[in-house]
């Protein structure tokens, strides 16, 4: 079975500033790599997504994630963060053999600094 | 292109009670899934259905279950409801497709039960 970690519950940056978060999985074959990003009240959006090929992924609103086989992990980056990027973020896997279902990590919680 | 619509938005229950939330998934998806969210156990996937069949399904007891209608709107039922059934519950579309991975998951606002 997959499960996905991400190490980090809370981190408060700087608006201005790098972001970094991180996400390892486990899963034995190739895996399907997410992220998105639950603001408070609302759903969850899809911020970028891996399957195949080119191991860096952009994303929508200047993210970017890079895959990692060799350390099974899937980080997620921002160059500088806005103050509208405070949110709740979370990683997911995806199986080709587990139908829709995707395994979410735990979440982290960003706080931007103004 | 209208979203994967959720109804009801809030609700609350008392214990022992019944609860049916609905998905209006975006047009054209053909599979629906629903997942739990609490701050206890985070997201945990609930069930799957694509064309009216449950593909897939999670570890929740058998209150929990769910159907799919012709027009790929889902509902989810939870009988006898206990406490820790409190969460907001989210549905989310996806084309679907003869492939077993639909790809990529649209999910609604969810629907926030109380359980007092």
């Known amino acids: 079975a997959q499960s996905v970690t991400q190490p980090d519950i809370h981190i408060t940056v700087s608006e201005g500033a790098s972001l970094e978060l991180r996400c390892n999985y486990s899963?034995?074959?190739?895996?399907?790599l997410f992220w998105y990003v639950q603001s408070p009240g609302q759903g969850l959006q899809l911020l970028l997504k891996?399957?195949?090929?080119?191991?860096l992924v952009q994303g929508i609103k200047g993210f970017e994630a890079e895959f990692k086989r060799s350390q099974s992990s899937f980080n997620l980056r921002k160059p500088s963060v806005h103050w509208s990027d405070a949110a709740e973020y979370f990683c997911?896997?995806?199986?080709?053999?587990?139908?829709?279902?995707?395994?979410f990590g735990g979440g982290t919680r960003v706080l931007v600094k103004p | 292109k209208a979203g994967v619509t959720q109804t009801p938005r809030y609700l609350i229950k008392t214990r022992g009670q019944q609860v049916t939330l609905s998905c209006s998934p975006i047009?054209?998806?053909?599979?629906v899934s629903w997942y739990q969210q609490t701050p206890g156990q985070g997201l945990q996937f609930l069930f799957e259905?694509?064309?009216?069949?449950?593909?897939n399904k999670g570890n929740f007891p058998g209150r929990f279950s769910g159907r799919q209608f012709s027009n790929s709107r889902s509902e989810m039922n939870v009988s006898t409801l206990e406490l820790g059934d409190s969460a907001l519950y989210l549905c989310?579309?996806?084309?679907?497709?003869?492939?077993?991975?639909?790809?990529?998951?649209?999910f609604g606002e969810g629907s926030r039960l109380t359980v007092l």
């Open positions: 259905y694509f064309s009216e069949t449950q593909r």
């Open positions: 989310a579309s996806s084309l679907g497709g003869p492939q077993i991975f639909g790809g990529e998951l649209f």
């Open positions: 899963y034995g074959a190739t895996p399907y």
């Open positions: 047009s054209g998806h053909r599979s």
């Open positions: 997911a896997v995806g199986a080709r053999a587990a139908g829709n279902k995707l395994t």
């Open positions: 891996y399957f195949s090929g080119d191991t």
